[in-house]
């Protein structure tokens, strides 16, 4: 039995489907079968280049461990099932779980024989149970790929050693002279050691691949016969799919690589590799010893024709963490909790989906420990778990980003005074707040200063801090929140939703005069000054299209924006802008505005009041 067939045996009995109890929670680390994250222009856009590019042609999806490749990729290569449907063979090669049951030194041989094992699969011969001379010239040709692979290692070090010698002339350019005697020693030893034959079969290696791919290819194939034709299934391009290179060790994805470039790289074939960044650099370190930053580029785009970084900022994560909170058999969500939840989590550990499946996961197990807790009344322990369905996910975020600050909250979460620290932390002025974290002794960097402040926010707007009650079941939840705490810090912070007009930029949860709420105020003062004809009640007609924002706001039965006189707005003073500069006057009539307005609710605005070819944003 093959590796490649043992390593589909294996694969088939660990993760045969199993029936799954429907009380059970929990995210595993399989990847995605669906957009989960919305971005499925990225995913189209791939698939049609890979339908139509020119070969041969290598496709790096490059992204940090856990950001989604392969999930990434599966969905593009889904896609070109139904955009180019039998068009394009589709190869997969994990080269991580095939170094698991052979030696790493022969996994370039193990990508050639799963290759053109799927090209024998795909030319089965139909109707009829005859060994074709196409399939019995692909057995003989994997026998001797296997056979001659050592030689091909023989000369990539050959190959190697030259390389080490004159890099240095190629890359920088440089005028020198090479010492030839040391050249010719390097043939010399290498001829003496494997022979003319061998080297004769290593030439001929790449021109025998390219036959086998052309034998599924239909542009190759045009002169059969028509019931040649129907018994063998044909191809446009063979797409075939290396993931987890970034789990090999480094030097031997390099390898892989060169493998790749030197051997494989043949007409009709596209490489879609999977794969950080990190570790190509790291694994051109490793081989060719500490290179320059632009010796390390030029090698990498030599390798590499199209590098494609995941769209990890475009991750629209609130569908997704809907669904799973959804999920979650015990507790309910209603909607502004689960925006207040995305929002913590844009804020802190960002937009990694292994990350996020991690906070899901240990967000679990805290409550399950919390459940089983015999340290309170039964009502105590139903308070407790309800206001902790929410303030769990807040304090896990803390604890994941802000390590040094998290730390510093337990550890005097007795004598910390709440409404101090929220008016510290949140304060539009960065001074401030590095102020108080140095004051505490607590580690930050200048660039986390406005991640802090908008984190801190998102919290309050969970646990309500100011609240004496909500502070007491905080502090009880910080305690227990230390089995699952770690010094891990995850980056990848989404950025933040950002708005343009007339010349001047507004930031989601950014500090005052530049916050969304102020271009909702400024928006409504330009459309009024430009149409004073019409009347204050007109206006506020259509405005009330827009749903109210906050939800202080909404539960007085109050619109984004008010007529002044409304009394019921001095119950929530500080949801409106109420400053003398900031209320309207509009035909004898005073307006307010309120300061609670989401990116829903601004678009709405902007739709509504026709300001669409004025105003942009990075959500374009």
């Keep these: 039995m093959e590796i490649n067939d043992i390593v589909d045996k294996t694969k088939k009995t660990i993760f045969k489907d199993e029936q799954i109890n429907k009380n059970s929670f929990g995210l595993t680390d399989k990847p995605a079968e669906n957009d989960d994250f919305e971005i499925s222009g990225h995913i189209k856009g791939l698939a049609s280049f890979i339908s139509k590019c020119q070969t041969p042609m290598t496709i790096a999806v490059q992204g940090a461990w856990g950001s989604g490749k392969t999930s990434f990729v599966n969905l593009v290569i889904k896609e070109l099932e139904e955009l180019d449907k039998n068009k394009i063979l589709n190869i997969n090669f994990n080269a991580w779980q095939y170094s698991q049951f052979e030696s790493e030194d022969n996994l370039a041989a193990s990508l050639i024989s799963v290759i053109i094992s799927k090209i024998q699969e795909s030319r089965k011969v139909k109707n009829s149970n005859i060994k074709s001379k196409d399939e019995e010239y692909h057995s003989r040709f994997k026998r001797v790929v296997k056979g001659i692979w050592k030689f091909v290692k023989g000369i990539l070090l050959f190959l190697f050693g030259i390389f080490r010698f004159i890099a240095n002339f190629f890359i920088d350019r440089a005028v020198g002279s090479t010492n030839t005697a040391q050249v010719n020693e390097l043939f010399n030893c290498f001829s003496n050691k494997y022979g003319k034959k061998q080297i004769k079969a290593i030439a001929e290696l790449k021109d025998d691949f390219q036959k086998q791919i052309n034998s599924v290819i239909k542009s190759e194939n045009k002169k059969l016969k028509n019931r040649h034709k129907k018994r063998y299934n044909y191809f446009d391009k063979v797409l075939i799919f290396i993931d987890d290179l970034d789990r090999l060790q480094p030097i031997r994805a390099i390898e892989l690589l060169e493998v790749l470039k030197n051997f494989l790289d043949c007409e009709y074939c596209v490489f879609l590799l999977a794969v950080d960044n990190d570790v190509v650099v790291s694994g051109i370190k490793s081989k060719y010893g500490d290179i320059s930053t632009d010796k390390g580029k030029s090698f990498f785009d ?70 089983n807790t015999d340290n309170n009344t039964v009502k105590e322990k139903e308070n407790l778990i309800e206001f902790s369905k929410n303030t769990f996910f807040a304090i896990l975020c803390f604890q994941l980003r802000f390590d040094s600050l998290y730390s510093y909250i337990v550890n005097n979460r007795n004598d910390i005074k709440p409404v101090t620290l929220f008016n510290e932390l949140s304060s539009d002025d960065n001074d401030k707040i590095a102020k108080y974290l140095e004051k505490n002794s607590i580690d930050y960097k200048d660039d986390e200063l406005d991640n802090i402040r908008e984190f801190i926010k998102s919290f309050n707007d969970i646990i309500s801090i100011e609240k004496d009650i909500n502070w007491e079941m905080t502090i009880k939840l910080l305690g227990k929140s230390s089995m699952t705490a770690s010094n891990a810090k995850i980056s990848n912070i989404k950025e933040k939703d950002t708005f343009y007009y007339n010349n001047k930029t507004y930031i989601a949860r950014g500090a005052k005069g530049v916050s969304l709420n102020y271009l909702a105020l400024q928006l409504v003062k330009d459309y009024l000054e430009k149409n004073k004809d019409i009347t204050a009640d007109a206006f506020l007609e259509i405005i009330n299209e827009i749903p109210a924002g906050w939800k202080g706001v909404r539960d007085q039965g109050l619109s984004q924006v008010c007529k002044r006189s409304e009394s019921r707005i001095n119950n929530v003073r500080d949801c409106f802008f109420l400053d003398k500069d900031d209320i309207i006057n509009h035909g004898g009539t005073e307006l307010v505005v309120t300061r609670g307005w989401p990116v829903k609710q601004l678009n709405m605005l902007i739709n509504i009041l026709g300001f669409n070819d004025k105003v942009s944003s990075n959500l374009d």
């Excluded at 769209?311 to 669904?323: L, T």
């Design 302 to 371: 030599k390798m590499i024709q199209v590098p494609f970084n995941l769209p990890q900022n475009h991750y629209k994560i609130e569908s997704f963490v809907r669904n799973e909170l959804i999920n979650i058999p015990e507790y309910t969500y209603k909607d502004d909790e689960i925006q207040n939840i995305v929002n913590l989590i844009e804020a802190s550990i960002g937009t990694n989906p292994r990350s996020i499946k991690r906070l899901f996961n240990t967000y679990l197990l805290s409550m399950e420990a919390l459940k």
